[in-house]
T-cell receptor, first 112, second 113 residues
């Protein structure tokens, strides 16, 4: 089955800098790649996703890149702010697949 | 706003005891999921369901059962709880259409002593 590896377990950035989180997946049939955010002591919520028919998607300060050849996707948080501090999870699912398979999470800390 | 409610929010159980975690959603979503969150493992899929009466095994189903008696409710059952099942459990719902976004509950913190 699908496996998702999230490469950075922690990231510390200065406010205003960019943070980049990288994930790789194993199943070439995967076609949907969302990202979820978990703030301290809270549940997860969706932030952005990308499908396999595009290689870049942007929503405000968030950019997702997808490299299908390398089976790699990444989240770029630009102009970071303190409220970006959280755990970010990448996930993948094959088309018609049963469920999202999540990575291990990256703790992002944004300092002033 | 999609709503997924889990109960209890916190639970302390004894080894060998039976534990039932409940999840209710008012989103009218077909799909529901149980994940557990552990440091170093992220979120791992335990069981999921495509609709009332259906349950499917996820990646780590051993030691867990699931029940989906209705569209709204999905339970996770630990018949004989063990300390290794100490974790935070999240329920989520989602549909088959469009974006397939998952909506998560607030989580249940389970300690098995």
């Amino acid at each position: 089955g699908e496996k998702v590896e999230q490469h950075e377990s922690t990231l510390s950035v200065r406010e205003g800098d960019s943070a980049v989180i990288n994930c790789t997946y194993t199943d070439t049939a995967s076609s949907y790649f969302p990202w979820y955010k978990q703030e301290a002591g809270k549940s997860l919520h969706f932030v952005i996703d990308i499908r396999s028919n595009v290689d870049r998607k942007q929503s405000q300060r968030l950019i997702v890149l997808l490299d299908k050849k390398a089976k790699r996707f990444s989240l770029h948080i630009t102009a970071t702010q303190p409220e970006d501090s959280a755990i970010y999870f990448c996930a993948a699912r094959a088309q018609g697949g049963r469920a999202l398979i999540f990575g291990t999470g990256t703790t992002v800390s944004v300092s002033p | 706003e999609a709503a997924v409610t889990q109960s209890p929010r916190n639970k302390v159980a004894v080894t060998g005891g039976k534990v039932t975690l409940s999840c209710n959603q008012t989103n009218n979503h077909n799909n529901m999921y149980w994940y557990r969150q552990d440091t170093g493992h992220g979120l791992r899929l335990i069981h999921y369901s495509y609709g009332a009466g259906s349950t499917e095994k996820g990646d780590i189903p051993d030691g867990y059962k699931a029940s989906r008696p209705s569209q709204e409710n999905f339970s996770l059952i630990l018949e004989l709880a063990t300390p290794s099942q100490t974790s935070v459990y999240f329920c989520a719902s989602g549909d088959n259409r469009g974006q397939n976004t998952l909506y998560f509950g607030a989580g249940t913190r389970l300690s098995v002593l």
